[in-house]
T-cell receptor, first 115, second 109 residues
């Protein structure tokens, strides 16, 4: 099956710093990528949807200036958590889909811990 | 928008028994219903999916049923094994994909 690579797998940072998470589709062109946040023992909460070359569409309640998403190419999307605070600590997962296939392929997730 | 409800939130069965997880959705335009299995701290893995033009689909020990009229779909796992223990998420996709809250399945040896 298709492979989505997500890095880093774990980040520990100080409050106020920015953290960038990368999501790459390794063997297919991802026309759409999704970013989710997952709290312990909770479901995947969609944060935003990004299409290559256009601005991301954010879900209600998600601050676009806080969570910057860049989908610069058909194989790469990045999520930058700006000025991270302890409440931003969470598990972040990306997923990607190709234009002709609605199946989602997930990255391995990034555990962010803000001290 | 779409709203997906999933029940139960936790499910414990003995090895060899069957497990059933149920989901309902609200958007009649949804036409694709995947199920994901997620182990702790790992990515969700697609285990089976069904489209709205099909009422049932089976893959070895796993089956999914869909009732479009009632807007509900279910995951059935037969002959459960300890390695089936995980969190299972249903999802419904039309204009966008929404996930259920998840079911933590525990299979006791």
């Amino acid at each position: 099956g298709a492979v989505v690579s997500q890095h880093p797998s774990r980040v520990i940072c100080k409050s106020g710093t920015s953290v960038k998470i990368e999501c790459r589709s390794l063997d297919f062109q991802a026309t759409t990528m999704f970013w989710y946040r997952q709290f312990p023992k909770k479901s995947l909460m969609l944060m935003a949807t990004s299409n290559e070359g256009s601005k991301a569409t954010y879900e209600q309640g998600v601050e676009k200036d806080k969570f910057l998403i860049n989908h610069a190419s058909l194989t790469l999307s990045t999520l930058t958590v700006t000025s991270a605070h302890p409440e931003d600590s969470s598990f972040y997962i990306c997923s990607a889909t190709a234009a002709d296939n609605e199946k989602l392929f997930f990255g391995s997730g990034t555990q962010l811990s803000v001290l | 928008g779409e709203n997906v409800e999933q029940h139960p939130s936790t499910l414990s069965v003995q090895e060899g028994d069957s497990a059933v997880i149920k989901c309902t959705y609200s958007d009649s335009a949804s036409n694709y219903f995947p199920w994901y299995k997620q182990e702790l701290g790992k990515r969700p893995q697609l285990i089976i999916d069904i489209r709205s033009n099909v009422g049932e689909k089976k893959d070895q020990r796993i089956a999914v049923t869909l009732n479009k009229t009632a807007k509900h779909f279910s995951l059935h796992i037969t002959e459960t094994q300890p390695e089936d223990s995980a969190v299972y998420f249903c999802a419904a996709s039309g204009n966008d994909m929404r996930f259920g809250a998840g079911t933590r399945l525990t299979v006791k040896p």
